[in-house]
């Protein structure tokens, strides 16, 4: 939903603010007013869950920080590719300021240390043990489908979801200029 949301802001300000005259620009603002009712702004919602070692770990402790909340399972093929590739350049991103935080919403501890261990994960780790479908977490941040991340800024704002690696970088670089 969240990549279908960024293409409907790329229509909707090619359309411009035109009065909706014909039957597919009409059908297409509401497409659009319908997604943007579901995408999740201002500010990302606290919560607090569990990392491997059985610790508390919650949001607010990342204030000042920017953070990328990543939502996955280990059940989630493309989750999983999605480890792989952060992997490679996780430690690039932590040395530009940015903290990952990946929510596993896998209701099987074991499954998720499992492939926690297999995708050498080395950022903070959290497991919502409600699973996908009861993680009140997720339902706080209208995640839909998994993988889902978010980009929060250290005042805890939600900037985007689903950032590109260019969104990602070109936002540090703001940050670190300011």
Not at 94 to 120: H, M, T, Y
């Amino acid at each position: 939903y969240q990549s279908n949301y960024k293409g409907f802001c790329l229509a909707i300000n090619a359309l411009g603010d035109t009065v909706a005259n014909d039957k597919i620009q009409k059908q297409v603002l509401e497409l659009y007013r319908a997604l943007k009712a579901e995408q999740l702004e201002g500010k990302a919602p606290d919560f607090t869950l569990t990392d491997l070692e059985g610790n508390k770990v919650s949001l607010k402790d990342y204030r000042g920080k920017c953070v990328l909340v990543d939502f996955w399972a280990s059940w989630c093929a493309p989750c999983r590719e999605k480890n792989k590739e952060l992997y490679k350049i996780y430690p690039k991103l932590k040395k530009k300021g940015l903290e990952v935080i990946s929510i596993s919403l896998d209701d099987n501890r074991l499954q998720w240390i499992k492939a926690v261990n297999e995708d050498r994960i080395s950022w903070t780790q959290l497991n919502d043990p409600k699973g996908f479908k009861n993680s009140d977490v997720r339902k706080a941040y209208r995640v839909n489908q998994v993988p889902t991340v978010y980009l929060i800024s250290p005042e805890g704002d939600i900037i985007t979801a689903n950032p590109s690696l260019t969104e990602l970088y070109r936002y540090l670089k703001k940050r670190s200029h300011l």
